[in-house]
């Protein structure tokens, strides 16, 4: 998930990103694990979206959990219509790696997901994830509705003091609407589980945030 043979960490404007394609890129249509249809939403159920760097061991962390339904990596934030994955990583389509999960919010709540997203990286570190630089890789909660704002906001004040305490920056996580999800290509999706040695560079900080535990 490299690619970095030059300095991407500036977002790029919309009049400079790439044009992009009306048509989507082909995916998949059934979840490698979960056998579920990955775009569907049942009745009931709801759609939380989240930038955590590299989206293959994001997507992992999230299908692991009771209550989801399924899980899909895309690219989201940016300008570029129907992006590629090639495109992506050229910085120049503003887009950020992110998994949609689709959940139950009568098995797992969205404060539960929120716990996942701000332990399971470290979300101080801006246009970047470990080794994995550029704008793709940005911390980031796309909310789809204001109790989802809300919750994400609270969960971010609760847990930069932690983050301080242990010795940590400013958290530099973006808290936006959600905005188009373009899926991505059908081999990236499930990536980990059809390649179980595939490449993971994601490491949260070992901070516990209290805002998924009841605080």
Request: charged share 20%; aromatic share 12%; glycine share 12%.
């Given at each position: 998930m490299l690619f970095m043979s030059r300095?991407?960490?500036?977002?790029?404007?919309?009049?400079?990103?790439?044009?992009?394609?009306d048509q989507a890129v082909p995916t998949e249509k059934m979840h490698f694990v979960l056998e579920t249809p990955i775009k569907d939403v049942p009745e009931g159920h709801?759609?939380?979206?989240?930038?955590?760097?590299?989206?293959?061991?994001?997507?992992?962390?999230?299908?692991?959990l009771d209550g989801v339904?399924?899980?899909?990596?895309?690219?989201?934030?940016?300008?570029?219509?129907?992006?590629?994955?090639?495109?992506?990583?050229?910085?120049?389509?503003?887009?950020n790696e992110v998994v949609r999960v689709v959940y139950d919010p009568a098995k797992i709540s969205y404060?539960?997901?929120?716990?996942?997203?701000?332990?399971?990286?470290?979300?101080t570190q801006g246009m970047r994830q470990g080794n994995d630089a550029g704008t793709q890789y940005r911390s980031g909660i796309y909310v789809m509705d204001a109790a989802q704002r809300a919750a994400?906001?609270?969960?971010?004040?609760?847990?930069?003091?932690?983050?301080?305490?242990?010795?940590?920056?400013?958290?530099?996580?973006?808290?936006?609407?959600?905005?188009?999800f373009y899926y991505a290509e059908g081999y990236h999706q499930q990536y980990l589980a059809k390649n179980p040695n595939g490449y993971c560079g994601i490491g949260g900080t070992g901070v516990t945030c209290p805002i998924g535990v009841g605080a």
């Open positions: 300095d991407k960490s500036e977002m790029i404007s919309a009049e400079n990103a790439l044009p992009g394609r709801a759609v939380a979206v989240f930038g955590m760097g590299c989206f293959w061991g994001v997507e992992r962390m999230f299908w692991k339904t399924t899980t899909a990596v895309g690219y989201a934030g940016g300008y570029t219509p129907n992006p590629t994955y090639e495109e992506v990583c050229t910085g120049k389509t503003g887009h404060d539960a997901l929120l716990q996942v997203f701000w332990e399971g990286h470290d979300p994400a906001a609270q969960s971010k004040t609760a847990f930069q003091p932690r983050l301080t305490d242990a010795g940590y920056g400013t958290i530099t996580s973006e808290i936006v609407d959600a905005p188009t």
